[in-house]
């Protein structure tokens, strides 16, 4: 294994736990996401959105990282592949 590969893994593990200790990896937590009754999921995914986002940006504005081009998107497969991916959540949680 090269040492990124190491490094995802080990990022990995840290999140996971860190998902673990939070609690969100409760049924009653993920279910209550989808009742609108506890948004603490949403808000946790949002703060680790936020924060790599400020990671990402301030390693590229000190060059260390290069954005790499992004492909043009189908949106007619990404609406499709959102709306089975969501029915099927919904239909576990249920």
């Known amino acids: 294994m090269t040492t990124n590969m190491i490094i995802a893994v ?3 593990i840290m999140f996971g736990f860190t998902l673990n200790k939070g609690g969100l990896t409760r049924y009653n937590k993920i279910v209550n996401v989808f009742r609108f009754t506890d948004l603490t999921v949403l808000k946790y995914m949002l703060t680790a959105l936020v924060v790599a986002m400020i990671g990402l940006y301030g390693l590229r504005s000190l060059g260390l990282i290069t954005f790499p081009n992004v492909p043009a998107t189908y949106i007619a497969g990404n ?16």
């Open 79 to 94: 609406l499709i592949g959102g709306l089975i991916f969501g029915i099927g959540m919904a239909l576990t949680g249920y």
């Open 10 to 12: 080990v990022l990995g």
